[in-house]
């Protein structure tokens, strides 16, 4: 079965800082891979997608991930962070097809201004 | 906005009751997605929906049961409630029964068990 991790659970960075999540997953085939985002009081919304291709993904508002297949990680990184990027972020993974989306337990980013 | 909206945002009951969470997707998505949000289990996958038949199950319990109408909308039931049903339920819909698709989140119903 497939599973993910998020090694971070609450980071804590002043703005303008580098930023970067660590996503791990373990699953033996081809994968898909997800950042979602959930700001304060919003819903989940995509930040950025892996299907296949160039490894390195980039997404919305700066962000942009890594897939590096033989250490099984998509780590998320921002060069610059900003206060407006206070938020709960999620990684997630999916086997493909019709197979169920799991995701990581969330990594709460508080970027202190 | 998701387009994506759920009923009710808040729900308390008392141990033992049932409730229905209703889910309606974004206009055109086929697929609805549930999932619940416990601060100890984070994001947790309970059943999806694609075009009225169940496509996947994660892990739900025998006491919840989904179903999604001829109108696309879902509704999750919760029954013999335990306080540790406690949590936010999401739904997301997507526009295929691939879960490769981008999942459109809800805003969520907070239920809170007593």
């Known amino acids: 079965a497939q599973s993910v991790s998020q090694h971070n659970h609450h980071v804590i960075l002043s703005e303008a800082a580098s930023l970067e999540l660590g996503c791990n997953y373990s699953y033996g085939g081809t994968v898909n891979l997800f950042w979602y985002v959930q700001y304060p009081g919003q819903h989940l919304q995509l930040l950025l997608k892996?299907?296949?291709?160039?490894?390195l993904v980039k997404g919305i508002k700066g962000f942009e991930a890594e897939f590096i297949k033989s250490k099984f990680s998509f780590n998320l990184r921002k060069p610059s962070v900003q206060w407006s990027d206070t938020a709960e972020y999620f990684c997630a993974v999916n086997a493909g097809g019709y197979q169920k989306v799991t995701f990581g337990t969330g990594t709460k980013l508080q970027v202190i201004p | 906005d998701s387009g994506v909206t759920q009923t009710p945002k808040h729900l308390i009951t008392a141990t033992g009751q049932r409730v229905t969470l209703r889910c309606s997707p974004r206009s055109g998505d086929l697929s609805v997605y549930w999932y619940q949000q416990s601060l100890d289990q984070g994001l947790q996958f309970l059943i999806q929906?694609?075009?009225?038949?169940?496509?996947a199950k994660g892990n739900i319990l025998e006491r919840f049961s989904a179903q999604q109408f001829p109108d696309l909308h879902s509704e999750l039931n919760l029954s013999s409630l335990e306080l540790g049903d406690s949590a936010l339920y999401f739904c997301a819909s997507s526009v295929d029964g691939d879960s490769s698709y981008e999942q459109y989140f809800g805003p969520g119903t907070r239920l809170t068990v007593t």
């Open positions: 892996y299907f296949s291709g160039d490894p």
């Open positions: 929906y694609y075009n009225g038949e169940e496509r």
